[in-house]
């Protein structure tokens, strides 16, 4: 145990400090009484010193303090959430320094904290926020504690053992909001709902014919039977099966905001694969451009999301470079059934040859869309005004890349591929409408 001189230890030392005047002033004043002061002062610092021995002996022999630390199952990343510490105090009327050793990615969770127990309190509850920034595993240390001797002139540091690691899940607060948003009729969360062309249905039951149902869907044979018209009722073919290929290339570290690009490219994975479990298909996920890639098989049922936050919920973007091509034939070799293969990455010019051999390669047996994580610095560029020289470079060099990125689009498209090309704030949005689309008409 460490220990370290208290408040009143000081005040002693201080005080003692000053009674060394008094041998001086009685050499000046009552040079008779000069050696009895000085015996006197001596006396003074010998029991003090005995008395802070005897002290910090007590100090040692005391049992060792109980602290417990109460901890969420899972946290999310960039949500605050409280952590609470129990002291058990040891019946007398006490203040301890309290610490936590956290996680160092939040600084300001107020500790160290200095809380009183009272002796007729068996129990203290400390409280502090922890908002974790980073998703992977995040580890918790002991608990710290300063405690005064029993004479108060000493504090004492004792480490109770509460080591703990605990998952960071990313921010599932947009599915839950989603989720509440749902329209009980459609299932769908602000989908807008298309003309369909009558590809892509499956027989669901029949029911009343009712305004505005189409007399091609009326079931003439069952409704000479029940005397009244009925039709048939038809939804979207489930069981199909869509599949997340998620870029885990040095490119997707890129910060954008509070997140990097790839967290956001994983929040939309997340989304868009909730809302395919949500209609009745499977979704699964595989994490490229990584040693070595990361494969979930596809899960059934709204509960199915959970199995994909298990499954990437502590993977970040490494250090290769991204290659579309190979995780084309990773992909290809272990997967034969049709899909929705959706790539979530953020394009490069440069990545002409190499993209557009995977697409090409999947599109042979797959439906292939690829979500293009765009830069919001890249839209605001497009609309800033060109007030110097340096400006107009600018400008200039991102009307280069823009064209270089169309093209590079375009081509896309010519292979076969669906593209959505959105921002952070909207590519959830656009890339549930995108897949519901293709799930409307039939196509996937």
């Known amino acids: 145990m460490a220990i370290r001189p208290g408040r009143r230890l000081i005040q002693c ?16 004043w009552l ?64 203040h301890w320094l309290v610490a936590d050793h956290h996680p160092a990615d939040d600084p300001h969770t107020g500790l160290p904290v ?54 960071v899940y990313p921010d599932f607060s947009p599915i839950a909001r989603a989720a509440l948003a749902v329209d009980k009729s459609t299932a769908r969360f602000g989908l807008r709902v298309q003309p369909r062309s009558g590809e892509g249905l499956e027989f669901h039951e029949l029911r009343d014919y009712q305004s505005g149902d189409s007399p091609r869907r009326i079931d003439w044979k069952a409704s000479a039977r029940r005397q009244r018209l009925i039709s048939r009722h038809f939804q979207d073919e489930q069981n199909q099966t869509l599949w997340i290929l ?49 494969w979930i098989d596809p899960v059934r049922g709204a509960s199915g999301i959970h199995q994909l936050l298990k499954g990437f919920f502590d993977v970040h973007p490494g250090d290769h470079a991204s290659d579309f091509s ?56 497009r609309h800033a005004p060109v007030r110097q020289f340096e400006d107009a470079i600018a400008v200039a060099a991102d009307a280069w890349e823009q064209q270089h990125r169309r093209d590079l689009q375009l081509r896309l498209r010519h292979a076969g591929a669906h593209l959505v090309a959105a921002t952070p704030e909207h590519l959830s949005e656009r ?3 995108a897949y519901h689309d293709l799930k409307s008409s039939g196509r996937l």
């Open 13 to 28: 030392l201080l005080a003692w400090a000053a009674l060394g005047a008094l041998p001086l002033v009685a050499r000046a």
């Open 31 to 94: 040079p008779e009484l000069t050696l009895a002061a000085l015996l006197a002062w001596l006396g003074a610092g010998l029991a003090g010193a005995l008395w802070a021995l005897n002290d910090a002996r007590r100090l040692r022999a005391r049992p060792m303090p109980i602290a417990e630390r109460r901890l969420p199952a899972a946290l999310s990343v960039g949500v605050a959430e409280s952590v609470v510490l129990h002291l058990h105090g040891q019946g007398r009327d006490e």
């Open 114 to 167: 200095r809380v009183a127990l009272a002796a007729g309190k068996p129990v203290t509850e400390v409280r502090y926020p922890y908002r974790p920034t980073r998703r992977g595993r995040v580890a918790f240390g002991d608990i710290e504690l300063w405690r005064p001797s029993p004479g108060r002139l000493w504090e004492g540091r004792c480490q109770v053992p509460a080591a703990r690691q605990v998952p």
């Open 246 to 294: 998620l870029d885990g290339g040095r490119r997707m570290g890129l910060p954008i905001g509070e997140l990097t690009a790839f967290d956001h490219g994983l929040n939309a994975a997340l989304l868009l694969a909730w809302s395919a479990l949500r209609l009745g298909d499977r979704s699964g996920a595989m994490l490229f451009s990584a040693e070595p890639p990361r």
């Open 326 to 381: 190979q995780a084309a034939r990773y992909f290809h070799r272990r997967w034969p059934r049709r899909s929705l293969v959706v790539i979530v990455s953020r394009l490069q010019p440069e990545d002409s040859d190499d993209l557009l051999a995977a697409v090409r390669l999947l599109a042979q047996r797959h439906l292939v869309m690829i979500a293009d994580l765009q830069l919001p610095e890249q839209e605001s560029a």
């Open 431 to 433: 890339l549930g409408q």
